[in-house]
């Protein structure tokens, strides 16, 4: 089955401390991108990758990171999080039109 | 550079009909419309390129007025599965993947 898969689904974490956000998908899409969901702003871009070693800053970069060291996967990093981070995250693949999206994942930062 | 969609939200009941709007204060390339049910991942219904195209499937079409820099979502005797927050996602050229932009959303619930 095509899909997207994100872990984990739900996170609370608390200032500061380190996390990663999984996304993997079994598409073959070159095209990989994180968007954070907030009531009222729609969806709003973090990251995007356009192949392998290649990502891009979207929208709302500040505060993330990402990598693309496989095709499938494109993990989200969260450095240093910080309570602006809590938000509903989306990962979405495609080629050249419809995207795809995971599940989401819900993190809260206290 | 974030789309502005129209109306915010909106009520029906099933089978009247809805217009949800979308427009960009820049040229658009094309435009995707999407829809998001409450707790689950924005799926995606349609694609509308450059050239004033109009698409649709079932009841659900879309039209992209690229003079104007706007696409129109059109639900035509809507029913209770179509409740959910659609959001137009705007592309500003054919450099695939830069500059793709979402809609803030525009809430519609179907009532019986």
Redesign the interface.
């Known amino acids: 089955e095509a899909q997207v898969t994100q872990n984990p689904r739900y996170l609370i974490t608390v200032t500061g401390k380190k996390l990663t956000v999984t996304c993997s998908q079994n598409m073959n899409h070159e095209?990989m991108?994180w968007?954070r969901q907030d009531p009222?702003?729609?969806?709003?871009?973090i990251y995007?990758s356009?192949n392998v070693e290649v990502t891009?800053k979207g929208?709302v970069p500040e505060g993330y990171k990402v990598s693309r060291k496989e095709k499938r996967n494109f993990p989200l990093i969260l450095e240093s999080p910080s309570p602006n981070q809590t938000s509903l995250y989306?990962c979405a693949s495609s080629k050249?039109?419809?995207?795809?999206?995971?599940?989401?994942t819900r993190l809260t930062v206290l | 550079q974030q789309p502005v969609q129209s109306p915010q939200a909106v009520i029906l009941r099933e089978g009247e009909d809805a217009v949800i709007n979308c427009s960009s204060s820049k040229a658009l390339y094309s435009v995707h419309w999407y829809r998001q049910k409450h707790g689950e991942a924005p799926v995606f219904l349609m694609i509308l390129l450059k050239g004033g195209e109009q698409k649709g499937h079932d009841k659900i079409s879309a039209s992209f007025n690229e003079k104007k820099q706007q696409s129109s979502l059109y639900l035509t005797a809507s029913q209770l599965s179509y409740s959910g927050t659609y959001f137009c996602g705007t592309e500003f050229s054919d450099n695939y993947g830069q500059n793709f932009v979402f809609g803030p959303g525009t809430r519609l619930s179907v009532l019986p």
Do not use: I, N, V
Request: proline share 4%; aromatic share 26%; glycine share 18%.
């Open positions: 095209y991108s968007y009222g702003l729609g969806l709003r871009q995007y356009m891009d929208d989306f050249r039109d419809r995207k795809f999206f995971g599940p989401g």
